[in-house]
């Protein structure tokens, strides 16, 4: 018997779980999906981190591997064109016909663009797709201001993205207030000073009426009695089930659209099917993705013979942070019940609204709205989805932190709580994954899916994870090595509240056995951070990794490479000359870094005191090239020359350079600055960037390039100089103090529990009353800066351990280098072989 | 057969800085010296992973009880008493005596320990 043609039409997020779960499955389809656009599924919750630095494949949820692992075909950059219900026939967008047995539409829903007359105009956008954010992101660069049109919750998310492209961003919204689905009045006013507070305008109640030629910008956007010009134009309004395929074939549609479904997903046609976005069911869509997770989920078990499988509604609770405030809604949120109480706080101080609605008796929590702290979102919410008992005073549970709230512990929590809604993933299963072997956050994500999708439940997973380890008897095990049984984290902390000054003591009072490879560097950079000290000092010098040991780069052939500082990669001809006559006299290689700084290589360990003699008499220092430190801050020429530049990032890229030069970390750190939005500097690929905008900077921070290349993510905007470096100061130090040995910031804010936001909180907002404690430990490490080789060539015992050898001043014979384009390199094992003596070239 | 007739003296104990490593040049080869809390080590200078002369530059330690010198090229730890490479056995470095007299020290080179 053939298989069964199943054709799936649209791979946005709910098409791609509906496949996902199929797979799971034992089916018996020959299945075929249509994905109209030109990559696989990827996730539009995100979208706005596009901007932040993640890219597409970062987004990305379906992949070519994964639809050829499956036997499945996918059709990219083809859609559906009509489908003949009688034939059982689909015609493809490039013409070829597809016979089905089932059919399922998950063609997800369009944006509304308002009838507004210019609405056409170059520059007027839409925010759906990736390639709806390359267009955005190519207006922006010839734009300075940007306006959303739609105060709802995308149009809040594009707004941010507008922010971080560094525009003058403006929200307009028709309704008298923002997010008027998810909020109440007092709310949505609530959210609305917190968004102006950031710079961010806010209009509401306004129509545009028309977007015509502006004068100073753009456009203009004609209100009834105003108007306000822009040069790049957002629609946010809403979105539109896409439905046209039905409608076109005679299949039952809603009055306001979206394809008629019953709780087995069933649309008016027995052998199709509808989910996610397009799907009318009960008379709602629903535009979040956990419900159409919830259909997809539902479809494909129905489809492999579960009946029972069927979707019942969903949750429509929400929470997230907008533009850095925090926003939640759960349930009947605005009341709604025949009868229902409702208790409030509202701090305009400190900008904080939480309401609860209550049932009849206020023994059930309906529903609840909170701006600019959700912290009790999670707890209430379980309180919601499980019918729990109130407590007698509900006020209490959104009640400023105090110590006698109460707690709703996860132990509280029943095995079917619903952990995360998205991916409806309950207490019970975490639990079971946890006993299966999944210990740690990331594996759960993988193994449950918890937590995978918008993140809102993070918190609560970890709470499950920690409490249910406990409860099984689990240990983690995160020694150092075998001669610490600490953390780095708890290795510096030891350090630093002890004042211990040596590896020696510290493995005294807290280690076991000599030491290896792994502690001895990782205390001496601790050490280092903490202390500052000469890292060739007698104590240190045994301690010293590879590089460290002898103040260089280490090649393989056992000569050493030089890299001298160029701060911020400006540097005078005389001192260029200077280079390019130690390069000469000393015949070494020369290469251009990627860090604007000029690299030397090929000097034996005999010849690196007298290289940096010479660099130092000319006024070089140190570039720590070798160290788990700071290594360059790039900049652009920025405002000095750049037509565009709108700050200097050069002398800003030297200060910083010069600040932090010498600074030992747990990995090494790179730094750049740019002078405008246009990046030319690439800051957002390092661990920390720098980016100028008309009012001062913003900075980015847990980038990298490498192996896993990274982009920063907008920590904080438009600083003055003095604020930048104070968010700097801590947040090295900070990492300096909490990271694992060898871990970039982009990992280490990864494991961070609360991520950027913590992160942000702690730097900022100082949450953990640390700020002034970094920033004075920061300020020791720079008043103790000293250049590693200066001291070093003034120091003749130090300069002992750069003799070749102990009992001779022959250098290393077997190093031997071969001619290349007019420079030297290290000879293969071949050419050391084959070539006689008189081709080889000695280096004297 | 042990021979010990031909220790060289190479310097004095204190040209070894604690903790550390230096390379001596014995009748044409190169070989690393340690100096650890647990006394002297000798071993050939040359990496069999880089084909660089590079051991004497490796951090010194213990692995699993065993006293180890780590490549400073690629992390591999050989066995300070006997050469031994703890990740792969097809490798070995020669191990050679050393000893201490009258604060100087003195390395046989002699293929045999």
Redesign the interface.
């Known amino acids: 018997m053939s298989k069964r043609q199943l054709l799936v039409i649209g791979n946005g997020m709910v098409g791609q779980r509906f496949l996902e779960e199929l797979v799971d499955l034992e089916h018996d389809f020959q299945v075929t999906v249509f994905c109209e656009e030109s990559r696989p599924a990827y996730d539009r919750v995100q979208l706005s981190a596009w901007f932040s630095g993640a890219t597409a494949e970062d987004l990305a949820l379906g992949s070519v591997e994964f639809f050829e692992q499956h036997g499945i075909r996918f059709l990219c950059d083809e859609a559906v064109v009509s489908i003949d219900r009688d034939a059982r026939v689909a015609t493809g967008s490039k013409g070829s016909s597809f016979p089905y047995d089932v059919l399922v539409l998950a063609t997800g829903s369009y944006p509304f663009v308002p009838p507004i007359a210019g609405s056409d105009r170059d520059a007027c956008h839409v925010y759906r797709t990736i390639e709806d954010l390359e267009a955005i992101r190519a207006s922006a660069a010839s734009s300075r201001r940007g306006v959303v049109i739609g105060g709802g919750l995308l149009g809040l998310e594009a707004a941010k993205a507008l922010k971080d492209l560094g525009l003058d961003t403006h929200v307009v919204e028709f309704a008298p207030r923002l997010m008027a689905v998810q909020l109440d009045a007092t709310g949505g006013e609530m959210l609305r000073s917190k968004i102006s507070a950031l710079g961010v305008t806010v209009h509401t109640g306004k129509a545009t009426q028309r977007i015509e030629d502006g004068s100073k910008h753009r456009h203009r956007l004609v209100f009834a009695e105003d108007e306000l010009e822009t040069d790049l134009v957002l629609f946010s309004a809403g979105i539109r089930p896409r439905d046209q395929l039905a409608r076109d074939c005679g299949i039952e549609v809603g009055e306001r659209g979206g394809v008629v479904v019953d709780d087995q997903c069933r649309t008016s046609d027995p052998a199709i099917f509808a989910i996610g976005e397009v799907a009318l069911w009960q008379n709602r869509t629903y535009g979040l993705v956990a419900p159409g997770y919830d259909m997809a989920r539902k479809l494909a078990a129905q489809l492999c013979g579960d009946t029972g499988a069927l979707f019942t509604g969903a949750d429509m609770s929400t929470k997230l942070k907008l533009l850095g405030v925090e926003v939640g809604s759960i349930g009947m949120a605005q009341g709604g019940a025949p009868d229902y109480r409702v208790c409030a706080i509202e701090d305009a101080s400190s900008g904080v609204y939480k309401k609860l609605v209550l049932s009849e008796d206020g023994k059930r929590l309906l529903g609840a709205v909170l701006v600019g702290d959700t912290s009790d979102y999670d707890t209430l919410l379980q309180y919601t989805l499980n019918a729990l008992d109130l407590p007698e005073s509900p006020i209490s549970l959104i009640a400023p932190a105090s110590g006698d709230k109460p707690m709703l512990g996860v132990d509280a929590l029943p095995a079917t709580a619903q952990i995360c809604s998205c991916n409806n993933v309950s207490k019970g299963d975490i639990c079971g994954a946890i006993s299966a072997g999944c210990t740690t956050i990331g594996a759960l994500k993988k193994d449950t899916r918890a937590s995978s999708t918008c993140g809102g439940c993070a918190t609560l997973v970890k709470q499950v994870l920690d409490a249910e380890l406990k409860t099984q008897g689990i240990e983690i095990n995160n020694d150092l090595c075998?001669?610490f049984a600490y953390t780095r984290q708890g290795l510096y902390h030891l350090v630093r509240v002890n004042s211990i000054r040596s590896f020696a003591e510290l493995l005294t009072l807290y280690g076991r056995?000599?030491?290896?490879?792994i502690?001895?560097?990782a205390v001496a950079s601790i050490l280092a951070s903490c202390w500052n000290d000469y890292v060739l000092d007698?104590r240190h010098?045994?301690?010293?990794?590879?590089n460290d040991?002898?103040l260089a780069n280490?090649q393989?052939?056992?000569s050493y490479s030089v890299v001298p500082r160029v701060p911020g990669g400006e540097i005078t001809p005389d001192k260029l000359l200077v280079l390019a006559q130690v390069a000469q006299k000393y015949d070494l290689y020369t290469k251009i870094t990627g860090g604007q700084r000029i690299d030397l290589f090929g000097a034996r360990?005999d010849q690196l005191p007298a290289i940096w003699r010479d660099l130092v008499d000319a006024g070089f220092e140190s570039g720590h090239a070798y160290g788990k430190s700071l290594r360059t801050v790039k900049s652009c020429v920025g405002s000095s020359w750049c037509r565009y530049g709108v700050q200097d990032s050069v002398s800003m890229a030297i200060y910083i350079e010069e600040r932090y030069r010498g600074l030992r970390s747990p990995h090494k750190l790179k730094m750049a600055v740019s002078g405008c939005t246009r990046e030319c500097a690439e800051a957002q690929s390092k661990d920390v960037g720098i980016i100028a905008t008309e009012q001062g900077w913003n900075l980015y921070v847990c980038g990298n390039g490498g192996m896993r290349p990274r982009h920063a993510e907008l920590f904080a905007s438009d600083l003055d100089d003095q604020t930048l470096i104070r968010y700097i100061d801590r947040f090295l130090m900070f990492y300096i103090q909490t990271a694992d040995r060898l871990q970039r910031t982009s990992v280490w804010r990864d494991n961070l529990e609360g991520g950027l936001a913590y992160l942000q909180d702690v730097v900022i907002n100082d949450s953990l009353g640390i700020a002034d404690e970094l920033e004075v430990q920061m300020q020791s490490v720079i008043d103790t800066y000293v250049c590693e080789w200066k001291r070093t060539i003034e120091d003749p015992e130090a300069l002992?351990?750069f003799r070749?050898?102990?009992?001779?001043d022959?250098p290393?014979e077997?190093?031997i280098y071969v001619r290349e384009r007019g420079q030297k390199r290290p000879a293969r094992?071949d050419e050391k072989l084959e070539k006689s003596a008189d081709v080889l070239l000695e280096t004297v | 057969m042990k021979n010990t007739s031909q220790w060289v003296e190479i310097g004095a104990v204190d040209d070894l800085i604690p903790g550390t490593g230096a390379a001596v040049r014995i009748q044409g080869k190169q070989i690393a010296v340690f100096r650890t809390d647990d006394g002297l080590f000798a071993l050939d200078n040359r990496d069999p992973f880089s084909d660089a002369n590079v051991l004497s530059r490796g951090l010194t330690g213990d692995i699993a009880g065993r006293l180890v010198v780590a490549s400073p090229v690629y992390k591999q730890h050989f066995c300070l008493r006997t050469g031994e490479c703890l990740e792969d056995d097809q490798h070995k470095v020669q191990s050679y005596p050393v000893d201490i007299r009258d604060g100087r020290v003195f390395v046989s080179a002699s293929e045999e320990v």
């Not at chain 1, 070749?804 to 001779?808: E, Q, R, T, W």
């Open positions: 075998e001669h056995g000599k030491g290896c490879e502690c001895k560097p007698p010098v045994g301690l010293q990794d590879t040991n002898f280490l393989k052939d056992g360990v002992k351990r070749p050898f102990l009992n001779d022959q290393d077997q190093i094992a």
